[in-house]
């Protein structure tokens, strides 16, 4: 794997930038990744199969 | 391997990082909760090791010396919990918090308050996991977890409120770990510089994606069986309760489909500090990277479909046993695979020996060790043998101490110079890996012959004839346990001062973190470096 990395050697683009559209395009990106991800691991849980079979076994069994 | 073509005459500091509590508090900086992140794990790390040196001690002969059957079952227990949950994975995170943005070219983390957030709640979590430990010492406190860290019903179900307090732990833990993750995830997917395409990522950034798309898929599964057990405790169901028509056995299942890729969690972001610091000192780009992915994502899969290897001895049936055997031998393919990888790469390289490549060089060696020992037990006749021996032990501190925190430390000396822009002491350094190497060698080595001879783990007392080699077990954890004191008395002065370091660090470095003065400033990458 080879790779060249340039940089910027314009002065005015260093420190912190002010976030422009493309950066909040980036961070709306973001969040909509991390909720995917957040609520794919939810469902990982909640559909563990021994856990609605013992739902079920609590649900048929009560008195 | 890249190559730079400019001097980067960007991230002048605009501002610098917050002063005072505020500063750690409030972090939302990569950086610095990478450092809060790395501290942390070096605190529990001295937790878990004291209580690793109690244990042995107690070991030291035969009958009951230091400590009570309950309490010494306790300190088994929070050992494993703390080192697994509160020293390496902890410390994992805080080497991705702190390389993962500046070897892809990002600014941050992509979500920084959770990234705060999913630190803060460690501290929490390392409380109530203390609480687990304490709470039996105060009147009312009930029994003490005697459980190990396995947490099987019904002993569980049994144990007093330590046990809620231990659960409540882990959930927290859990979230801290997925809320990482997906921070991890996010960040790789969205904030690499313009141009990395995701096979241009260095090894370590894909072993950490890999770990991050495993803990997602694992964790929740141990939140809902540790929930389950909450709920059979106090709620009145009967998940795992034979009595009520549960099955125990069922928590085993559940735990160990956690359990075993968690092996796989603490093990891959070690291997991929490997794939930084082999090269670097063999002075050789990485022998194939493709297959190095390939191997880490069946890795994933593969480890996932292979957790009843733990369980054996539960009575499963002939089919089930021999495709858990058969999965569980498959995966030492792609395992090998990396180590075979990392060999090849080191093949006819100009290699040197600073401190992070003796470690890579003696976590092939030893980490192979422990693979073959794991073979052994993948079969199930020979496991029916060793099963809850001395030398499931040894096997996976073999695989763990080698495969997990020997990666971390070497991670920790590759990269301190860029963190601190100092260097560290060299001389030091060496004697603290040779006495750290032969005091673990001496406390794990004999008790593979403990396990073949039949000593039980878990048990305070043994049988006389196990004496000499639980004697020199011993030594050798105290020598091993002691030598820390080392590793501490080197960061701390590499934090104090030193000889400068460059940019590069070391002469055969590459990558976009190298690309960067030691230390990097408080915001890096502020402008995106073009990959080509």
Request: charged residues 10%; glycine residues 8%.
């Given at each position: 794997m080879n790779r060249t990395i340039e940089m910027s050697n314009d002065k005015q683009h260093a420190g912190i930038q002010p976030r422009t559209a493309n950066d909040i395009e980036r961070h709306k990106r973001n969040i909509r990744t991390a909720w995917a991800i957040g609520l794919f691991a939810l469902l990982v849980m909640l559909t563990s199969i021994p856990f609605w079979q013992g739902l079920y076994r609590i649900a048929t069994s009560a008195n | 391997m890249s190559t730079a073509t400019l001097a980067?005459?960007?991230?002048?500091?605009?501002?610098?990082?917050?002063?005072?509590?505020?500063?750690?508090l409030m972090s939302t900086n990569h950086k610095d909760i990478g450092t809060m992140y790395l501290i942390f794990a070096l605190v529990m790390l001295f937790l878990g090791g004291a209580?690793?040196?109690?244990?042995?001690?107690?070991?030291?002969?035969?009958?009951?010396?230091?400590?009570?059957?309950?309490?010494?079952?306790?300190?088994?227990?929070?050992?494993?919990?703390?080192?697994?949950?509160?020293?390496?994975?902890?410390?994992?995170?805080?080497?991705?918090?702190?390389?993962?943005?500046?070897?892809?070219?990002?600014p941050d983390m992509a979500l920084p308050r959770m990234n705060n957030l999913s630190f803060w709640i460690l501290p929490a979590a390392a409380t109530m996991l203390m609480l687990s430990f304490v709470v039996p010492f105060f009147p009312g406190g009930g029994s003490q977890i005697n459980t190990g860290w396995t947490l099987y019903p019904p002993l569980s179900l049994q144990v007093g409120m330590s046990m809620d307090f231990l659960i409540f732990a882990i959930h927290l833990l859990g979230i801290s770990s997925v809320l990482a993750s997906i921070n991890i995830i996010v960040t790789i997917f969205n904030m690499r510089a313009p141009g990395m395409n995701l096979m241009q990522m260095p090894i370590f950034v894909w072993t950490w994606l890999v770990t991050a798309f495993l803990l997602i898929l694992v964790v929740p599964v141990l939140a809902g069986g540790v929930t389950m057990l909450l709920f059979d405790r106090h709620f009145g169901t009967s998940f795992f309760n034979a009595a009520g028509g549960g099955d125990p056995v069922l928590f085993q299942h559940l735990f160990w489909f956690f359990g075993h890729p968690e092996v796989y969690v603490l093990i891959l972001p070690s291997f991929g500090v490997l794939a930084s610091i082999i090269p670097t000192f063999a002075r050789k780009p990485l022998f194939g990277y493709k297959s190095l992915v390939g191997s880490m994502i069946a890795i994933m899969f593969i480890g996932m479909v292979v957790w009843a290897h733990h369980q054996y001895t539960i009575g499963m049936s002939l089919a089930a046993v021999s495709y858990f055997m058969i999965g569980t031998i498959i995966i030492s393919i792609p395992v090998g695979l990396?180590?075979?990888?990392?060999?090849?790469?080191?093949?006819?390289?100009?290699?040197?020996?600073?401190?992070?490549?003796?470690?890579?060089?003696?976590?092939?060696?030893?980490?192979?060790?422990?693979?073959?020992?794991?073979?052994?037990?993948?079969?199930?006749?020979?496991?029916?043998?060793?099963?809850?021996?001395?030398?499931?032990?040894?096997?996976?501190?073999?695989?763990?101490?080698?495969?997990a925190v020997f990666g971390l430390f070497a991670g920790v000396f590759y990269w301190l110079p860029k963190w601190t822009g100092n260097m560290y002491d060299e001389r030091l350094a060496k004697i603290f890996f040779w006495i750290n190497v032969i005091g673990f060698n001496l406390t794990f080595f004999?008790?593979?012959?403990?396990g073949l001879a039949g000593m039980p783990r878990r048990i305070i007392d043994y049988n006389i004839m196990f004496t000499e080699f639980n004697m020199v077990s011993s030594v050798g954890a105290m020598i091993f346990g002691l030598s820390h004191l080392l590793l501490l008395y080197i960061i701390i002065?590499?934090?104090?001062?030193?000889?400068?370091a460059s940019a590069r660090v070391w002469e055969g470095a590459n990558g976009l973190e190298w690309e960067l003065p030691s230390p990097p400033p408080f915001h890096s990458w502020t402008t995106a470096p073009q990959i080509k």
């Open positions: - | 980067p005459a960007n991230d002048h500091e605009h501002h610098g990082p917050p002063r005072g509590m505020r500063r750690w209580s690793a040196m109690l244990i042995r001690a107690e070991l030291f002969m035969p009958g009951l010396q230091l400590l009570e059957p309950d309490l010494y079952n306790n300190l088994v227990t929070n050992h494993a919990l703390i080192m697994i949950f509160g020293a390496v994975m902890p410390a994992a995170a805080g080497l991705a918090n702190w390389m993962i943005p500046l070897m892809i070219g990002a990396m180590v075979f990888n990392y060999i090849a790469t080191m093949w006819r390289g100009s290699m040197t020996f600073e401190t992070p490549m003796l470690f890579a060089v003696a976590i092939l060696l030893m980490f192979s060790f422990g693979g073959l020992t794991g073979i052994m037990l993948a079969v199930v006749p020979a496991d029916m043998q060793y099963h809850d021996s001395m030398f499931v032990v040894a096997h996976f501190h073999y695989v763990l101490l080698p495969g004999p008790q593979h012959f403990l002065k590499t934090i104090r001062g030193g000889k400068p």
